[in-house]
């Protein structure tokens, strides 16, 4: 008798669970939120980051969190396919896929990918808080008690054109003022690690900032990233400058052929977050051996299981693995830290912009580092929960700001007006 209630039992409560994790309704709410002057090869960030805050609801009425990219492209492709997620089980990755996949029209498949993982993030949620589970348990279980972050430097000017007052950081854009910016992030966040936004001013500013780096930090494993802003030729000429400097160089020039013929010159770990960006990418680079570091990012890769798989491969050919990031806020940091705390082969300091933004969407405020670590944020899920208030607040920005799309070259030219986007720019 007992045995036959508990079977009972636990038939209903699967049943129940079941229909609590169908999608009722997915939302999608684009909001700005202030970015500081920081320039990298494109130009120059605008006073606002643009990004979008995904609500996946359950018939059993819970919310799963996602946030992504908030340009005009991404929010039509968002609300079209969120409008087909409804009857899906938050559980059906593939269902999702299916549903975008369906839509194509609605984006190319790049931005399918990045339409597929941010609405996937928020399933992953509302899987864990309706199962009570954490994300990075759902993902295979956690393996690191932290996860280490990188401090993020970029030149910067001194404030956005036409505000008149500096920002908290001030200019930087001499060796100096780039050893004080690191001094100032790892003060506050005890970061290890440091990268450096190059592709910006002459290579020869870029590696004297490095130098002096080094000797500001001497025990701190440098890295430098020019987004594709040096020729294969000037990249070729400062190899034997960046030997024994930096732990690996990324994306110094463009495109797989190049980097492979880098990579082939010099025992500098080269890496990537331009060369290889989609799965069709990695059996040319891998063929080639363009790389030895991928920096994955599960907000353009499709989403946390896809970017598992990702790491998967990455084990398999021996290749280093690591993060991008871009200017993000607590739910977006929240994922990649479940996501890195469940990866085993994470074999360097993630990156992220965080330190950078001041404004918050979750309850309670920005997520706090300890010795320039994440530890995963307790309760199931991601483990944050969406503070209406200031949602509403970065949605008026959104509203407010003028402007539907990232545009750094336009930013920059209120600095220099002669300014044009070029790549290669050395």
Excluded at 134 to 148: A, F
Excluded at 209 to 224: K, T
Excluded at 275 to 289: D, F, N, S, T, Y
Excluded at 402 to 411: I, L, V
């Amino acid at each position: 008798m007992s045995r036959a209630w508990d079977r009972t039992s636990t038939s209903t409560t699967l049943r129940t669970i079941l229909t609590d994790l169908r999608i009722a309704d997915v939302r999608v709410t684009p909001i700005a939120f202030a970015d500081p002057p920081l320039l990298n090869n494109s130009g120059c960030h605008q006073p606002y980051a643009l990004r979008s805050i995904i609500e996946v609801e359950t018939e059993g009425g819970i919310v799963g969190l996602g946030e992504s990219y908030g340009s005009k492209s991404i929010l039509d492709g968002l609300a079209a396919v969120a409008a087909q997620c409804p009857g899906l089980r938050v559980t059906d990755i593939n269902g999702l896929r299916r549903v975008a996949h369906s839509l194509r029209n609605a984006g190319d498949e790049s931005s399918m990918r990045r339409i597929v993982g941010a609405i996937e993030v928020a399933m992953w949620d509302a899987h864990g808080k309706t199962t009570g589970q954490r994300v990075c348990d759902l993902l295979g279980g956690q393996v690191r008690e932290t996860v280490p972050f990188a401090a993020y430097l970029f030149y910067k000017f001194a404030g956005h054109a036409g505000v008149g007052a500096e920002d908290a950081w001030g200019e930087v854009l001499s060796p100096e003022q780039l050893v004080d910016e690191a001094r100032g992030m790892i003060e506050a966040h005890g970061f290890r690690a440091i990268k450096l936004k190059g592709g910006i001013l002459e290579p020869d500013s870029e590696i004297a900032g490095l130098n002096a780096l080094r000797a500001a930090f001497p025990d701190a494993p440098l890295r430098i990233d020019p987004n594709g802003g040096w020729s294969l030729h000037t990249t070729l000429g400062l190899l034997p400058r960046l030997e024994g400097l930096v732990e690996y160089l990324e994306d110094p020039t463009l495109g797989i052929d190049a980097m492979a013929a880098v990579q082939a010159k010099t025992d500098i770990p080269l890496a990537t977050n331009m060369c290889i960006v989609a799965p069709e990418h990695l059996p040319p680079g891998l063929a080639q051996r363009a790389v030895r570091v991928i920096l994955s990012d599960h907000h353009f890769w499709g989403g946390l299981a896809a970017s598992r798989e990702l790491a998967r491969i990455c084990a398999i050919w021996g290749i280093g693995l690591s993060m991008h990031s871009n200017s993000h806020l607590g739910i977006s940091l929240a994922a990649m830290t479940h996501l890195a705390a469940s990866t085993p082969n994470l074999t360097h300091d993630c990156d992220t912009h965080y330190p950078w933004q001041t404004d918050e969407v979750i309850e309670g405020g920005k997520l706090i580092f300890h010795n320039g670590a994440l530890s995963v944020p307790e309760g199931p899920g991601l483990g944050v929960s969406l503070d209406r208030q200031a949602l509403a607040r970065l949605h008026h920005n959104y509203t407010n700001h003028g402007y539907g799309t990232r545009d750094d070259e336009s930013e920059m030219q209120k600095h220099q007006p002669n300014w044009r986007f070029e790549r290669p720019r050395y």
